[in-house]
DNA sequence: ACAGACTAGTTTGTATTGCAGACCACTGGC
DNA sequence: GCCAGTGGTCTGCAATACAAACTAGTCTGT
């Protein structure tokens, strides 16, 4: 009935309520924005591009972790540790589902 | 020039960590949402369609009142006292930008 | 007229959690 | 051995979202 492009009727905006904290978060968006993008990718990498400091950064990588949102796997480059993580599959749904929530809501009319 | 449509770039996606703290948080969004929807609307009516407790309505409120976002006005209806609230203009320009940032954001290829 | 229920909203207390800086483990050059 | 650099975790503080308790006043029944 509104249509893609009109606004969105009250019941779709009070879903905004649901959204996934844990994505919604914009440290967290970010990270998981850009590893949706990229694939996978280091630490060194994520604290390059997402400009966070190491503390922050590994500490919402851990909570990511814990909800198996992004795989975090730890290896060596040589003899130097290194840390990799990539979305799983229910972080890659989550996220897709936190956008598209997201699209729905902020996809209203210009007002 | 990633053109619409496109992924956004990684600069692009840093910008989410400048997000609007006061908007993003979804109980505010929803409040300013709807506001900017329906033009003005009163505590009861915005009790009713958040869905929020009346504890958490009114201290969202204040501080979006507090931020100039949020204009309120207190009057009678017949006895009953009665809070009207609109969205300032700066709380209308936060809000389109907010939307447009994160449409930007959002809005890249499903990956 | 008084008691109790209801309307409209604010204040208070608590429990999360985001953040940054201190800290730890290890490697490599001198 | 010592100092600097890399890779990453842990700790303490400040902000804040939330709901329950409270305030102020009105309406209803008897």
Redesign the interface.
């Known amino acids: 009935m509104a249509g893609r492009g009109g606004?969105?009727p009250?019941e779709d905006?009070?879903r905004?309520?649901d959204?996934d904290?844990l994505i919604?978060e914009?440290?967290r968006?970010?990270i998981v924005?850009?590893l949706?993008?990229v694939g996978e990718a280091d630490f060194v990498f994520l604290q390059r591009?997402?400009?966070l400091t190491k503390g922050n950064l590994s500490s919402h990588l851990a909570r990511l972790e814990q909800s198996d949102y992004v795989r975090i796997e730890k290896s060596f480059r040589g003899k130097i540790p290194q840390t990799v993580c990539s979305l799983t599959s229910e972080g890659r749904s989550a996220f897709?589902t936190y956008?598209s929530q997201?699209?729905r809501?902020?996809?209203?009319r210009?007002?």
């Open positions: 606004p969105a009250a905006l009070q905004i309520l959204v904290r919604h914009p440290a968006l970010l924005a850009l949706a993008s591009e997402t400009g897709k956008r997201m699209r809501t902020m996809g209203g210009p007002g």
